[in-house]
Each structure stands twice: as structure tokens, then as C-alpha cells.
């Protein structure tokens, strides 16, 4: 299945900045929603922010006023910017992409550690 593309993430002292980008393919269009995912260390994938194409969004309450997502319809992209990074925010971190058409769509995770 075609997979977006992630950009990678990396080391980050706490109270550090980092930004994570995603790409749709050309393979993939109709997009709805993207949006990104993140698993903490022993914990299930959950929900860090999405967007639609109408530029609503949604944030999970641990990252608001920290994190911000943005899109760029025309590249089929979207981004994450994240602020005052705490250590508990070190997980993998996976972009989602959902079409009008009902399919799903993952780039592959990216690691992203906050520590000193």
C-alpha cells in the first residue's frame, strides 16, 4: 500500500522545538483529514492532532497551546510543529491521511525523544 512520507524526527532537549513533516504520494488524493498519531513507551497509539481540508482541527488535550498543525493543500502535506517539548511527549509519531473515499492512509513512525 502506498505510504506517506515522513520526515524524521530526532533528539530534542526538554523545552526544545521541533517540527515533523508529511507528504501524500501522488498515488494517493481525495484527501478528507490528515493528521498525526503517536505511541508513547508502553502505551496504544492515540491521537495528537488532525486537520480536514477545510482547516478545522483538533488536538489532543496533553499538546494543546504546545503543539500547532498546519496543511498545505496543494502539496498534500502537513505538518507538525511542536513547542516546549516535555519528555513525555518522546514516542513514535505517525502522519494519517484519510480520503473521501474512506481510505486510510500511514506514513512510517518516527521517533521523536525529548531528553537532556
Known amino acids: 500500500q502506498v505510504q506517506l512520507v515522513v520526515s524524521r524526527g530526532g533528539l530534542v532537549q526538554p523545552g526544545g522545538s521541533l517540527r515533523l513533516s508529511c507528504a501524500a504520494p501522488?498515488?494517493?488524493?481525495?484527501?478528507?483529514?490528515m493528521g498525526w498519531y503517536r505511541q508513547c513507551p508502553g502505551k496504544e497509539r492515540a491521537l495528537v492532532a488532525n486537520?480536514?481540508?477545510?482547516?478545522?482541527?483538533n488536538y489532543a488535550d496533553s499538546v494543546k497551546d504546545r503543539f500547532t498543525i498546519s496543511t498545505d493543500n496543494i502539496a498534500n502535506a502537513v505538518y507538525l510543529q511542536m513547542n516546549s517539548l516535555k519528555p513525555k511527549d518522546t514516542a513514535v509519531y505517525y502522519c494519517?491521511?484519510?480520503?473521501?473515499?474512506?481510505?486510510?492512509?500511514w506514513g512510517k513512525g518516527t521517533l521523536v525523544t525529548v531528553s537532556s
Open positions: 494519517h491521511a484519510h480520503t473521501f473515499h474512506g481510505m486510510d492512509f
Open positions: 501522488g498515488g494517493i488524493s481525495a484527501l478528507n483529514a
Open positions: 486537520i480536514s481540508r477545510g482547516g478545522s482541527t
